[in-house]
Structure formats: structure tokens, C-alpha cells
């Protein structure tokens, strides 16, 4: 399976959350690539069998969460018909972060079939259970 993993970070942890992503897709025997989301590969994108999509948890406590800097997410290539993986990173609370980046995603046009929020301080705690199940969405999809 082609997996892509293209991250917006503001201060490197959803980076590196998406190295480690792609190094849980990459050792279960995909071919993966990772890119910023501000410079997606796009043949590698139109040949994606998955795509997987990270962001920062944006917002206080008091105040709500919501995926960071949505406007870079909205700037991406449409990818009408790939499946697409979405997951946040976070300090402390995630809220309801990951259920409003998957609605901004589906907005966009894009099939979301697995979400996950990812504790910055706790990676890779939830990489692999997370790339697992965007992998057998995909493969569930495929067998339908």
C-alpha cells in the first residue's frame, strides 16, 4: 500500500508524530512518504492509497478546541475517492479537536476513516494502534 503522511506543525510535535506515523507504516511493510502540508508531493498523492493528515490542537481549555492553522489544511489538493487518516497532537486536553479536523477534512471532500488525538509528551503511545486502523479501514474498504 502507497501511504502519504503530511503534518502542519507549529513546533515540531505533529512532525514528528508524522515521522513516527510513517516509520509504523513504513514497518509493517508500506511505502510511505512525509511531507509538510505546505509542500505535498502530488505524485505521490494522486498514486496514494492512504492518506494520512496531522495537525496541533489549537484553543484553551476554557475556550474550545479546534485543529491548528485550518486554512493550510483547507489549501491541500482535493482527494476525492482516497481514504484519508486524521489525527492532532496535544499538551493536556484535546477536547473535541480531532472530531472538528475530521469534519473540516470531510468538508474538504475527503473520506476520513480513522481519527486519532496523540499526547506530544506521550509518542509514540497511540502511533501504531492509530496506523493499524487507518490501514485496515482501507483494507475493509477495499474487500467491499
Known sequence: ???VVLS???TGNTRRAAEMVGGSAE???HEVTVHPVTEPDLNALAEADLVIIGTWCDGAIFFGHRPGD???IKALPKLHGV???AY????YHAGKAVNRFASLLERQGMDVVAIESLRRDLLPAGVDAFVD???EAVGQ???A
Open 133 to 135: 486502523r487507518a490501514i
Open 83 to 85: 481514504p484519508v487518516a
Open 27 to 29: 514497518a509493517a511493510g
Open 141 to 143: 474498504r477495499s474487500a
Open 70 to 72: 485550518a486554512r493550510k
Open 1 to 3: 500500500m502507497r501511504i
Open 8 to 10: 502542519q506543525s507549529r
Open 88 to 91: 492532532v497532537t496535544y499538551a
